[in-house]
């Protein structure tokens, strides 16, 4: 059947089982679904289902499972690797319908939500209660906890918090052939394979997830940040370094250097301290005792090493404000720039000096600027490449920049992204990170899940594996199989 | 597979691979949960390993791996074992970056023997051997975590790398050396704990914490279940941060003895402690409330010799811990419990000697309790004639997709066949 | 962790605006479409903060949602269908710019997408009919006089009493037009008209001497709240003058996207204040004051107004930002109330005032201020939105009411005469249970319990 009828069943289908206004057909409409955060890969969709419930979640996934047609989740659409670009001849399922908080179970230290429920939203529901849910990505105003569990998202806190991986306990899942699977649930160690935990970060390739139940952190009773100024990154590495020596877990080190500072100031005004070449925001979050300890080692750790100047927060207000250039400096380049890329690698911690100073030689032999913002505590570098695509051959300049960078990151041991994922944008480099023959193993999960490839196809991937029998591997017939004692599926 | 002409040619094939494998064959100190292995080979490197399984899949040989063997008996007996690979020689610590808290070890390593390296940088892997002598490889094929999962996760939430060899013998990795990394699956967390059905894993990569500087025990006896439950109810309102939160009990109408380590610097230390006593006491009424810098005697053991795993919504465990001592009453039996509490995951151990029909009414006991909430009562281990019997491994949810996967990687079914849940 | 409403307090008390405080460009604008289009990274910062992207969750009611259409419009899609459907639903409550962390000028995006929509747009005659209706009433302060006349002899005569009753007959209310229902339930019980004199002198030591603008809606039908600011503004020293013939200042007009309208109505209105030879502009309704401070804008092109429009805008103030800037000096008296202060968008968003009408409640004595759950989502009175987008502004109306009421403040307080309606209109029979105050009336009401009075 050919891909236009297999969609026109698939539509017809829909709109017979939908109600009204789920199904989207306007070209306009469906072109504001072309992209997630990435905007410059984009495809419009064939038709966008806003499902309302997992019931019709399912039914699109079955529709397209019926027909053949490939299907892509999308939450909120703010990812930053085009993870949710659509399929041209396929259907967009969007989850940002479905926004109930469906029990706030603090008891068991549980909540279970929708898929399109924003990241601090689930904060916001148990915080009078004094709980808190801990990875905090700085799209989490936005975000959707469907699109976290599909990228693993992070944040800055994640250096002691751990990641959504580390706080999803349970999941429902609609499979590629339209089946709703219930998986883990409020309590730990499910027997069997830890298929949430394989889900988790999986980038919406192995089924749409309607429904989430994670682990609330009980509230911290202190949290206390500091911000200090250095003369450049080698001495506010050094910082780091010695905090991490001297066995502190701050939950937080992030740092930003001169040129993503120049960008801060001028988006918000945070007025970081005068000729700092470099800049460490610390958090510590425990008890109150164990925190003010904790503050007084950073302090000495940052004197010995060369701050210029520390600051300390003394309330929320104040903490926010110490925050503000951090959380807007993606965005804040925008400022100093016409363009730039936001690019997402990991090194080891310990090789973060070198990074930077082998970024600056190539950021300087190529003519194109880049500011750093990073997660100083496990490495996890934030290069803004910052262009202008009107001059002549600088958008070319800095994605080569932006690929060295990455390269760079895999020559000192680290990975192609640390919390952004692999979507779309680098599927190309899955093949420098990993062998063939690693990812060929990585895609025998996908095929047990999706083995006619109709799961948001074409990412993480840079080739699809062929499921099914591997030709020549199989010996004979399985022995309990002739005995009749067993199937094979 | 016919024992005969296919072990000898197995045998061969494997000999003339390398003597290093050093091939023989099995003996019954071999067994597998009572099934004697036709050979053992021991390699001393991922390459031995994987041309080992290659081997044994051309043959449709079945395969099983095997650390110090301190848990061989745990699951379901395998319904063959034609070649048992031992790792004990390949136990390595191939690099510890001590500067980024990360150390990868070869599989056949001991708990006891990394954590002795690491506390000399002043680090530690904060999973605690609660079986004696097991292996890293053990470890994460059981998915055997310990009280430090309280605070800093269980052990798929440490593990960030791994080298697995397939069943068709082909290495594979996944996962990386550093401890941010969403690129590709995270297939770590589906080999942890899958028993080696999914690929005999060779190396893994953990992510580190510092050596506590100092630490205390909080302990007291609770005289039932509702005090455990008002007592675990105050630890989580006092924002106490412990390490770890865990419960001993014998029989039904002991004590049920609480224990709660904390960490940290010394001064800071005590004020959490005299915080988490008067917490305590406040909330139970009891005034014997202790503190010690070592933990009780009972700390980091599973108990046993028949053990049951359960794991519930943490809410559910003061009604287990009554479902539990119910049973032993009912059973009569010295019923050990013991593990996390705050986490709702036990260990259940009661005696070799206990009868099938008593250890599957535990088993139903336990489901009862745990199943609806996604966790489960499982018999890790016991006495083989009673595990027959049983259903040992209980309700598993989404079954039919781990069948999948099971068929995926493993389609000739030669990775530890019947061990796991649904017959995988 | 703090509670959302302590750090929002902090936050205004700062009186600073969100991230998105310093926008791109110059005030004047003038770049084109496209290139205001191109500042938008597609981030979605926007959407949680955008009160349509809120209650449907569907991307094209977001602020990157529009964008997106309005960039399909500039690459050739025709306008008039869904870019115009979603630019129509926009309450142009701007709560998208404070919460842009690249400054986007989602304003002018859509104030100019707006135009194109006017000019190439697809209306029913229904819809065409009642916008026409709509802007030929409201910006026109005479025509509303005369229609507030009807008004008040309908009450008198009971008409109108027995036109609600018929209106509220299901086979009458079908056939009736949402906007008139709503209408209805808008307008406001009907006091006497208070008059102002064309000049009030400010209390000695004066200090300045400044403008009011009295806009439409609130010199019709909420004169009072003009002669309270003007007795504000006198008692604390500044000479008020009140231009007869000024007439609308465009705001209505222009945020709908009816260009030559507003344009008009700005050129009036800076001849007329331009004459009145005063420091400063005060505006005490929020759409009003948001609306002349972009004034630069609306008239960059006309070179004989450009100049005067900038030099008007940076004149211009809002009545809290121009108090608490000045600083207060006459004594407050006692008021022994609970306040709920509501956040005009126009106010908050658009002009980035939040701190200082808190800063004035906080100097009166006795008052307890509360905070409103969801400060910054749009009340859906936005302007003339209420009347236009009439289901969306009910939903709207009901969530801000049941947060209001939440609150159990004897006052909701605004600084905008349409958001006061709105909100009044949406409470239904709990709105008695409410009084309804512009903050002038709030601090008129403190400065004579104080003895301080200023005949007028």
Redesign the interface.
């Known amino acids: 059947m050919s891909a236009a009828r297999a969609l026109d069943a698939v539509r017809a289908a829909l709109e017979r089982d939908l109600a009204p206004g789920a199904l989207v057909t306007d070209r306009a409409e469906l072109g504001t679904y072309e992209c997630d955060g990435l905007a410059h890969l984009a495809t419009v969709p064939a038709l966008v289902v806003l499902a309302r419930d997992a019931g019709e979640v399912r039914q699109a996934v079955a529709a397209c499972a019926s027909q053949g047609v490939p299907f892509v989740a999308r939450g909120a659409g703010t990812g930053l690797s085009g993870g949710a670009v659509p399929v041209a001849d396929g259907v967009l399922v969007v989850t940002a319908k479905m926004r109930r908080i469906l029990e706030v179970d603090v008891d068991n230290e549980r909540c279970v939500v929708e898929p399109g429920v924003a990241n601090l939203d689930i904060t916001r529901a148990c915080a009078t209660d004094g709980y808190y849910y801990a990875p905090d990505p700085s799209s989490q105003q936005v975000c959707s906890i469907g699109g976290n569990v599909a990228e693993n998202s992070g944040g800055a806190h994640c250096l002691k918090h751990g990641f959504t991986t580390n706080h999803v306990t349970g999941l429902d899942l609609v499979t590629p052939d339209g089946e709703i699977v219930g998986l883990g649930g409020k309590a730990l160690d499910s027997p069997g394979y830890d298929l949430v935990g394989a889900i988790v970060g999986s980038e919406g390739t192995l089924g749409v997830v309607t429904s989430v139940t994670v682990r609330l952190s009980r509230s911290p009773e202190a949290v206390y940040t500091l911000l200090a100024g250095f003369p450049d990154t080698d001495t506010a590495g050094a910082a780091v370094t010695a905090i991490v020596g001297a066995g502190l877990v701050p939950s937080a080190i992030e740092m930003m250097d001169e040129l993503a500072i120049v960008a801060a100031e001028a988006a918000v005004d945070c007025h970081y301290p005068d000729g700092a070449g470099a800049v460490l925001i610390v958090e510590l979050d425990g008890p109150r005792a164990d925190v003010e300890a904790g503050v007084a080692a950073v302090e000495r750790c940052c004197v010995q090493a060369g701050a210029l100047e520390l600051r300390h927060a003394r309330d929320d207000a104040e903490r926010a404000q110490l925050w503000r250039g951090r959380k807007s400096a993606f965005a804040a380049v925008g400022r100093i720039s016409p363009d730039y890329i936001v690019q997402d690698g990991v090194v080891p911690r310990t090789a973060l000096p070198e990074v930077l100073r082998a970024i600056g030689s190539l950021s300087a032999a190529a003519g194109i600027r880049v500011a750093n913002v990073f997660h100083a505590g496990d490495g996890n570098l934030h290069p803004l490449v910052l262009f202008d695509a009107r001059v002549d051959g600088q958008l070319d300049g800095a994605e080569k920049l932006s690929h060295a960078i990455l390269d760079l990151c895999l020559e000192h041991g680290g990975s192609i992204t640390g919390e952004h994922g692999v979507g779309l944008d680098k599927r190309g480099s899955m093949g420098a990170m990993f062998t063939p023959e690693d990812l060929d193993t990585m895609q025998m999960l996908r095929c047990a899940f999706d083995p006619h490839g109709i799961c948001n196809p074409g990412k993480v991937f840079p080739t699809p594996r062929l499921c099914g029998e591997q030709p020549g591997r199989r010996g004979a017939a399985h022995p309990l199989v002739s005995a009749g004692l067993a199937e094979l599926y | 597979m016919d024992a005969g002409v296919g072990v000898d040619a197995l045998r061969d094939d494997l000999a003339a691979l390398s003597a290093r494998l050093g091939v023989r064959e099995g003996r019954p100190a071999d067994a597998v949960d009572g099934i004697v292995p036709c050979l053992v080979v021991s390699p001393t490197s991922t390459a031995d390993v994987a041309a080992a399984v290659a081997r044994a899949a051309a043959s449709g040989s079945a395969v099983v791996a095997r650390g110090a063997g301190t848990k061989l008996d745990w699951g379901r007996p395998p319904e063959r074992v034609d070649l048992l690979v031992d790792l004990s020689a390949m136990d390595r610590v191939l690099e510890h970056a001590v500067g980024d808290f990360v150390v990868r070890v070869e599989a056949g390593a001991t708990l006891d023997r990394l954590g002795t390296l690491l506390a000399a940088a002043g680090q530690r892997l904060p999973v605690e051997q609660v079986v004696p002598g097991s292996t890293v490889g053990g470890v994460v094929a059981t998915g055997l975590s310990g009280p430090s999962r309280h605070l800093d996760g269980a052990v798929r939430d440490v593990l960030i790398g791994l080298t697995v060899v397939r069943a068709d013998g082909v290495v594979a990795r996944s996962g990386s050396k550093v401890v941010k990394n969403v690129a590709g699956y995270d297939l770590a967390k589906l080999f942890a704990g899958s028993y080696g059905t999914l690929g005999i894993v060779t190396e893994a990569t953990f992510r580190l914490r510092p050596l506590a500087r100092a630490r205390q025990v909080v302990t007291c006896d609770l005289s039932g279940e509702g005090v455990l439950a008002v007592a675990l109810s105050a630890l989580r309102a006092n924002q106490i941060a412990a390490s770890a939160v865990e419960i001993d009990r014998v029989g039904a109408s002991e004590p049920i003895r609480l224990a709660v380590l904390l960490e940290g610097d010394e001064e800071p230390l005590e004020a959490r402690v005299a915080a988490t006593v008067a917490a305590l006491g406040h909330a139970t009424g009891l005034a014997a409330i202790r503190s010690a810098p070592t933990v009780p005697t009972w700390w980091a053991q599973v108990p046993g010799p028949v053990t049951t795993k359960l794991s519930c919504a943490p809410a559910d465990v003061p009604d287990l811990v009554r479902d539990l001592a119910t049973w032993a009453a009912r059973h009569d039996r010295p019923l050990v419990v013991r593990g996390a509490a705050a986490d709702g995951v036990l260990f259940a151990g009661c005696p070799a000697t206990t009868e099938p029909s008593a250890v599957g009414a535990l088993l139903e006991v336990g489901r009862a309790r745990c199943a609806t909430t996604g966790g489960g009562a499982v018999l890790l281990r016991a006495p083989v004639a009673t595990k027959a019997g049983l259903d040992t491994w209980g309700p598993v949810r989404g079954l039919d997709l781990m069948r999948r996967v099971k068929q995926s990687f493993d389609p000739g079914r030669i990775l530890a066949p019947g061990r796991f849940v649904g017959g995988i | ?4 409403i ?2 929002r307090a ?2 205004a ?2 009186g600073g605006a969100g ?1 998105g ?2 926008r ?1 460009g110059s005030p004047a604008g003038g770049r084109p479409l496209d290139e205001l289009v191109q ?1 938008c ?5 926007c ?2 903060s955008c009160p349509t992207y809120v209650l ?5 009611d977001s602020p ?2 529009r964008i ?2 309005v960039g ?1 419009v500039l690459a050739g ?1 025709p306008i008039a ?3 115009q459907l979603h630019l129509d639903r926009c309450l142009s409550c701007m709560a998208c710019m404070t919460a ?4 986007v000028r989602y304003d002018e995006i859509v104030e100019l997408a707006r135009r194109r929509v006017e000019d190439h747009g697809v209306r029913s005659p229904g819809d065409r009919l009642r916008r026409s209706a709509i802007f030929a009433l409201f910006p026109h302060p005479r025509r509303l006089r005369a229609a507030r006349a009807v008004l008040v002899l309908a009450d008198r005569s009971g008409l109108r009493r027995l036109l609600r009753r018929l209106l509220r007959h299901p086979a009458v209310a079908r056939h009736v037009p949402a906007t008139v229902r709503t209408l209805d339930a808008l307008a406001p019980a009907l006091t006497p008209v208070e008059s102002l004199p064309a000049l009030l002198p400010g209390a000695e030591p004066r200090r300045g001497r400044v403008g009011l603008l009295t806009g439409c809606v609130q010199s019709v039908l909420f004169s009072g709240v003009n002669v309270a600011t003007a007795r504000v503004l006198a008692a604390e020293g500044f000479d008020v003058v009140v231009p007869a013939d000024q007439g609308c200042c465009g705001a209505l007009s222009g945020h709908a996207g009816r260009h030559r309208e507003a344009a008009e109505m700005a050129r009036r209105t800076i001849d007329c204040f331009s004459a009145a030879q005063v420091d400063t502009v005060v505006v005490n309704a929020a759409g009003c004051g948001s609306a002349m401070k972009e004034y630069a804008r609306l008239l960059r092109d006309d070179p004989g107004y450009a100049h005067l429009a900038a030099e008007l805008a940076a004149r211009t103030r809002d009545l809290s930002e121009f108090l608490v800037a000045s600083g207060t000096r006459a004594p407050r008296g006692r008021l022994d109330v609970t306040v709920a202060y509501h956040d005009a968008c126009h106010l908050a968003h658009a002009q980035g005032i939040r701190g200082a009408p808190r800063t004035l409640l906080a100097e009166i004595p006795g008052l307890e201020l509360r905070e409103i759950a969801e400060p910054d989502l749009c009340c859906g009175s936005a302007g003339v939105y209420n009347l236009l987008e009439v289901e969306t502004a009910r939903e709207l109306g009901l969530r801000k009411a049941a947060h209001v009421a939440a609150t159990g403040a004897d006052v909701l307080v605004a600084a905008n005469p349409g958001c006061l309606m709105q909100i009044r209109a949406s409470a239904g029979p709990q709105a008695l249970a409410m009084t309804y105050s512009h903050i002038a009336e709030v601090l008129d009401a403190s400065l004579r319990a104080a003895g301080h009075e200023h005949t007028a």
């Open positions: 962790m703090a509670q959302k302590t750090s902090a936050r008390a700062a991230v405080s310093s791109r500042d990274v597609h981030c979605g910062f959407l949680p449907t969750g569907e991307e094209a990157r949602g997106h259409l399909q899609t269908g869904s870019p842009c962390p690249s400054g």
